[in-house]
């Protein structure tokens, strides 16, 4: 294993991965990069033979059903006629759980953290108060601080927030996730007396909070409350007291600014009024991709759905102005391009890995293990809210980022925790 100073540099690199899902693309693929070899580098060649199957051992449905889902993922798209072979490079995601499964592994003990480390955290902070401000400024004046100055260019929706990034959504479920990290922390951090912590951590939430309401990301604002909902099951009992106060405050600061704000309340209100354009919308691309999954069965291939959607929805009388590039559903995606199949393969990943967080989760809470307590509670958090938000919106790149970085987090402590029994054994 590398020195302790190879070591938090790689811990930083996963925190200023972090702060890139804000800047864009090319600024959180440059990133991942750089954390890709900074594990190669701190683990070795040596390192990796030995502790890539000690990861994935105590995992091994998760990689059996990605393994099947990687399959008919191919085959469907080898069978397909319209769609490109490039397409295979989206198996990539594949991949990437393992990469942040190795990197994660350095931070499960806790330790003093090292100059390069507090850089890191003092940049995500600074980064996440100017896209709060940035935010709020695009919804006001439909114009965007940063994207101008840096870039020469407008927001994709300019009265809605979406800081340095181009689209609201993928702001949204980077700003969404970062909140939940930052409840997560706040709420432990109250319940084990460290409160100045607690309040540091607050104040963040309350900011990334505040980026999402900007955006007015609707399916992110239910992911939130879903994911609140979802929070007083699986939160360890020591820490229920504090998470109830603190949904308590946070539903009353949400209620008392869409009541106080017309643009968020009537935004909000639009939510369940299936006649406004965008939720039309999303019923008629939902309707036809029901009828082409039962049309296709075992799948059409990724990105195929792009070019038999037009036809499907004249087929079935709806306008043009319906005709999106995704189904604006996530699982409907991978149902329609992967056949039942290879959603239900999907589904099972997704659904093993809560389960085991959230087992992980409660064993860690009997060890008083404080600190593997908010990484899995973050984890269990982010999920929640990911795979709530993929109910109405596809997952853009930050969030499959996320999303793997999230599943990554169980995967490492399951590996760590077998090592321990083997040990004690």
């Given at each position: ?259 106080c704000n017309d643009t968020l309340f009537e935004r909000f209100r639009s939510s ?32 195929a759905n792009d070019i038999l959607l037009p036809e499907k929805l004249a087929e ?110």
């Amino acid at each position: 294993m590398a020195s302790e100073k190879s070591l938090s540099l790689l811990r930083a690199s996963l925190i200023f991965f972090l702060a890139s899902l804000l800047l864009g693309s090319a600024a959180m693929y440059v990133q991942f990069v750089i954390v890709s070899v900074l594990v190669i580098w701190c683990f070795k060649w040596s390192g990796l033979k030995e502790s890539i199957p000690a990861l994935i051992k105590p995992t091994g449905p998760t990689w059996v059903m990605l393994l099947l889902f990687a399959g008919i993922f191919t085959a469907t798209l080898l069978a397909s006629d319209i769609v490109s072979i490039s397409q295979m490079g989206e198996l990539k995601w594949l991949i990437f759980p393992l990469v942040f499964a190795l990197a994660s592994s350095t931070i499960l003990k806790k330790s003093e953290l090292k100059a390069i480390e507090k850089v890191a955290i003092v940049f995500l902070v600074l980064l996440s108060v100017f896209s709060a401000i940035d935010s709020v400024y695009q919804v006001i004046t439909g114009k965007s601080i940063g994207r101008l100055l840096l870039f020469g260019a407008e927001p994709f929706a300019p009265n809605r927030g979406s800081g340095l990034l181009k689209n609201p959504i993928p702001f949204a479920h980077v700003a969404g996730s970062l909140f939940q990290i930052g409840i997560a922390g706040a709420m432990i951090s109250f319940s084990i007396g460290k409160q100045k912590l607690a309040a540091i951590l607050s104040g963040l939430s309350l900011i990334f909070f505040l980026c999402v309401l900007s955006s007015l990301a609707r399916g992110a604002w239910l992911a939130i409350a879903l994911t609140a909902l979802f929070s007083l099951v699986v939160t360890p009992h020591p820490f229920k007291r504090v998470n109830m106060i603190g949904l308590g405050v946070a539903a009353l600061i949400g209620g008392l600014t869409l009541a106080c704000n017309d643009t968020l309340f009537e935004r909000f209100r639009s939510s369940f009024d299936p006649s406004v354009e965008s939720s039309s919308i999303r019923l008629h691309l939902w309707d036809a991709n029901v009828k082409m999954l039962g049309n296709h069965p075992f799948g059409i291939g990724f990105n195929a759905n792009d070019i038999l959607l037009p036809e499907k929805l004249a087929e079935l009388g709806y306008p043009a102005l319906s005709f999106q590039t995704h189904p604006h559903n996530e699982y409907l995606d991978y149902a329609v391009a992967t056949g039942f199949p290879g959603v239900l393969l999907y589904l099972g990943v997704t659904i093993w890995l809560l389960v085991l967080t959230v087992k992980l989760l409660r064993r860690a809470n009997l060890q008083d293990d404080h600190w593997n307590v908010f990484l899995l509670t973050a984890s269990a958090l982010v999920q929640s809210f990911l795979n709530a938000c993929a109910l109405t919106d596809q997952f853009s790149t930050p969030g499959r980022f996320l999303i793997c970085l999230a599943w990554a987090i169980p995967i490492a402590i399951a590996a760590k925790n077998r090592d321990s029994s083997a040990i004690r054994n």
